[in-house]
Nanobody, 126 residues
Framework: AQVLVESGGGSVQAGGSLRLSCAAS????????MAWFRQAPGKEREGVAG???????TYADSVKGRFTISRDKFKNTLYLQMNSLNPEDTAVYYC????????????????????WGQGTQVTVSS
């Protein structure tokens, strides 16, 4: 069964906002490093925002000040609040889990993540 399920994608005009959710099952998200990645057509998957089990966060330069990663331990859900969206943010967004337990710090290196959700499409029009 899928352990990471994203939702919240959609179409929005430039300058708008969306909040993505990633519901996790079978493990507690607060014990693992988690992250959001995205992949645009014809481009490689890139890290957007990461959060360590210790709560530390990291962001890609392209989204700093606009996106916020957070988590709700009671709902066992990871979030990505995206503000001031622009057409360059159009992509399929994926949440991911580093399956190693309690690794300190956050990371945007996709090689460190073994569990992936199915993705949710975000489309930003100008």
């Amino acid at each position: 069964a899928q352990v990471l399920v994203e939702s919240g994608g959609g179409s929005v005009q430039a300058g708008g906002s969306l909040r993505l959710s990633c519901a996790a099952s079978k493990f507690a998200i607060t014990l693992f490093r988690m992250a959001w990645f995205r992949q645009a057509p014809g481009k490689e998957r890139e890290g957007v925002a990461g959060i360590g089990y210790d709560g530390s966060t990291t962001y890609a330069d392209s989204v700093k000040g606009r996106f916020t990663i957070s988590r709700d331990k009671f709902k066992n859900t990871l979030y990505l609040q995206m503000n001031s969206l622009n057409p360059e943010d159009t992509a399929v967004y994926y949440c991911a889990r580093d399956v190693r337990l309690m690794v300190a710090g956050s990371s945007l290196n996709k090689e460190e993540y073994a569990d992936w959700g199915q993705g949710t499409q975000v489309t930003v029009s100008s």
